[in-house]
């Protein structure tokens, strides 16, 4: 006799195991917990999650995440150096090893090598350009992937600030060939922050 599925329970466990590292089997655990607290679990995730698809959006200058309830801290907080990412888990993998505390600018994505420089995606290099350009910013450091997309990146934003005095740096020794931020460990992000370069455009 095949098994009796409950349609809603069905689409729920189908939604959470496209999460990373979530598979059917945990995201039917993570269903079954919730079902099984509904009001001290259930309830307050689904009134948290409406209230953050309501109120939380990705701001357009520095790409970062903020409440469309308040300014976003690049316009309420001002620093002299702003680290360039690929995205926001990068982000908070640098904020949590505690080695730099100044601003980030998260561009969402890299260039297409394959592309070319031209292609922007909808990656927010104008407004990093715009950024450095309005504000006393003293150095850009450049934190993409070593991946060949993020090479092209790196390189296509040091020529965008070329013509201003900002210092541009890039990550130095201690990131591997192909290596993602995110994935990388607390010392081999601190060897690459104090030992970064300082980039000269052509």
Do not use: W
Request: glycine content about 6%; some cysteine; overall charge positive.
């Amino acid at each position: 006799m095949a098994e009796n599925k409950v349609k809603e329970i069905e689409d729920l466990i189908k939604i959470i195991s496209r999460l990373p590292g979530l598979g059917r089997k945990s995201a039917s655990r993570i269903v079954l917990k919730l079902i099984n607290n509904r009001e001290e679990l259930m309830k307050n995730l689904t009134d948290s999650l409406i209230q953050t698809y309501k109120h939380v959006v990705r701001c357009k200058i520095c790409g970062n995440l903020k409440s469309t309830n308040l300014n976003c801290i690049c316009s309420s907080k001002k620093y002299d150096q702003i680290c360039v990412v690929e995205n926001l888990a990068d982000m908070f993998t640098i904020q949590s090893t505690g080695i730099y505390d100044g601003s980030y600018h998260i561009l969402g994505g890299v260039l297409p090598s394959f592309e070319g420089k031209n292609t922007k995606n909808g990656l927010l290099i104008e407004s990093l350009v715009n950024r450095v350009k309005k504000n006393p910013i003293k150095e850009v450091i450049l934190a993409t992937s070593a991946s060949i997309e993020g090479e092209t990146t790196s390189h296509y934003i040091s020529d965008c600030l070329k013509d201003t005095k900002v210092k541009i740096t890039r990550l130095a020794k201690g990131v591997p060939v192909g290596g993602e931020i995110e994935f990388l460990d607390d010392g081999t992000l601190y060897s690459a922050f104090k030992n970064r370069n300082t980039l000269v455009s052509d």
